[in-house]
């Protein structure tokens, strides 16, 4: 099993539903940062990652048939080239709304972390926003610049551009299948989101 589906959107841009759009329509199971938290030991993997390990991609994505959200999106590149086959979805929303809900989420967890190792303080608060967390415009502008060089690397036929509430059409006839008749995966709201973290923590302190 190889990698056919390469999510290159940030967290916070619906990636959660896309997740499950992608294991509806026959592409799972999909790797997403909820894999991470659960799995010890694709969370070792990511650690030693972002400690700087040389990756072994196939390795790490063993069993998937696709990914999306963080920690895989920051490699979306060197995983487009590693897999030349697969198709990239760019996942997006509007700037103001996705960094309202950055702040309602994934902001404050990378804030308050104290785990100096995790990927989330590792990556996405010292490399990807440069410990600048409290820089609305400085954050909005990573994103930007993010969406933009995505557009710019990747072959408009290789590369679909998904607006968060689009829905089934776009995503289906990129991918080449029949729209399913339930309706488009939706959840992962702020309150879903501190469950979640809240529920891995208490994971790790049963350990």
């Not at 309602?104 to 990807?128: H, K």
């Not at 060089?149 to 289906?172: D, F, M």
Request: charged share 25%; hydrophobic share 40%.
């Amino acid at each position: 099993m190889t990698l056919e589906i390469i999510g290159a959107g940030f967290g916070r841009t619906g990636t959660e539903s896309l997740k499950r759009a992608l294991e509806m329509l026959g592409f799972g199971p999909c790797h997403h940062m909820h894999e991470v938290m659960a799995r010890p030991e694709l969370n070792q993997k990511w650690r030693a990652i972002a400690a700087g390990a040389d990756p072994d991609w196939d390795q790490v994505f063993q069993g998937f048939r696709a990914t999306v959200d963080w920690p895989s999106t920051h490699y979306w590149d060197v995983l487009a080239d590693h897999y030349p086959e697969a198709k990239i979805i760019l996942s997006v929303r509007d700037s103001e709304s996705w960094f309202n809900s950055m702040q309602n989420t994934i902001l404050p967890v990378l804030r308050d972390s104290t785990d100096p190792e995790s990927f989330g303080t590792a990556v996405i608060r010292a490399q990807v926003f440069t410990g600048r967390l409290d820089d609305r415009d400085h954050i909005i502008g990573v994103y930007e610049d993010h969406i933009a060089r995505v557009k710019a690397t990747i072959p408009s036929e290789r590369l679909l551009t998904y607006e968060l509430g689009s829905g089934w059409g776009p995503l289906c006839a990129f991918l080449g299948c029949e729209a399913p008749s339930e309706p488009y995966p939706s959840g992962n709201r702020p309150d879903q989101f501190h469950e979640k973290i809240a529920a891995a923590d208490a994971a790790k302190g049963v350990e």
